[in-house]
């Protein structure tokens, strides 16, 4: 009789365990898109990169054409956007971690990003373009006379990898934005950065008026990025979809004067799902 007992308790502790897991189990979704909104926020890990994300002076909001972006995203997902800075050569792990749900900065796609995130369709076109004081920019027409200098970069970017493919000399920085510091303190020779950067943030009318820009060293295009296996590449897809075809993509890169470099064909090469 005792050991009847022992064996229905011991059934009945068993069965009780098997409830419980398979109920902590369901308590997780396959999808990041409704975990998003379960949560109630969506986390956009981004470096200070203007027209895309940015500070204006005397303002803790972050603004810019992906900035924007993001917001009418999370307007759609019925979720507040938080902005996280993070440091570009650990988006990644970042991403892993789950400490930020989505790359959303200018990103290029790169064979890297390509197999290592789940990526949304292109959006816009770039190039990375090298800075010079301006009256150095004469002296430097082709990539053989640049190997002289010091440029500076920002640590895992596509300027950096720009470099090393040229065989330049490169200092590494945290930001873009630091590598322009770095020129205008003549600290670098010169520096590589996005074009849609450099002409937001160089020349007449900006905090750099002695800066200019010259030779292209790549053609690239920008995506967003998203978990490996993440549902929230083919959610922004349609919503990129649905902002061309009313207009307000459009509309939004006019403001931030990125008009000509939007990608509206639906045909773009796209993410690391389609590759």
């Known amino acids: 009789m005792k050991k009847k007992m022992i064996s229905v308790a011991l059934a009945a502790i068993l069965a009780f365990s098997t409830v419980a897991l398979s109920g902590c189990g369901s308590s997780s979704s396959s999808s990041d898109v409704e975990d998003i909104?379960?949560?109630g926020k969506l986390v956009?890990?981004?470096t200070d990169f203007a027209p895309m994300d940015y500070k204006e002076e005397g303002s803790?909001?972050?603004?810019g054409f992906d900035a924007d972006l993001a917001r009418k995203v999370g307007e759609d997902l019925g979720v507040d956007v938080e902005f996280k800075e993070i440091d570009w050569d650990n988006k990644l792990l970042e991403l892993k971690n789950k400490s930020i749900d989505v790359v959303w900065n200018g990103m290029t796609l790169t064979d890297e990003v390509k197999t290592s995130m789940e990526c949304t369709k292109s959006y816009c076109g770039n190039a990375q373009t090298v800075v010079l004081p301006k009256d150095k920019a004469e002296e430097y027409k082709d990539v053989d006379s640049l190997k002289d200098l010091t440029l500076a970069v920002?640590?895992?970017s596509a300027g950096e990898a720009a470099?090393?493919?040229n065989g330049l000399n490169y200092t590494a920085m945290q930001s873009q934005a630091d590598t322009l510091m770095e020129v205008q303190a003549g600290t670098s020779d010169g520096a590589i950065i996005d074009l849609l950067m450099a002409g937001a943030m160089i020349g007449e009318g900006t905090s750099y008026p002695d800066l200019t820009h010259t030779l292209e060293l790549t053609t690239e295009q920008y995506v967003v990025g998203c978990r490996k296996g993440s549902d929230l590449a083919s959610?922004?897809?349609d919503e990129f979809d649905k902002f061309n075809?009313?207009?307000s993509l459009m509309e939004l890169a006019s403001k931030y004067g990125v008009q000509d470099a939007v990608i509206t064909d639906s045909t773009s090469e796209a993410s690391s799902t389609n590759s």
Do not use: L, R, T
């Not at 803790?60 to 603004?63: A, G, P, T």
């Open 163 to 165: 470099a090393k493919d």
């Open 235 to 237: 959610y922004i897809n």
């Open 245 to 247: 075809k009313d207009g």
């Open 44 to 46: 956009v890990g981004i």
């Open 154 to 156: 920002e640590a895992g």
């Open 60 to 63: 803790d909001d972050w603004v």
């Open 37 to 39: 909104k379960k949560n």
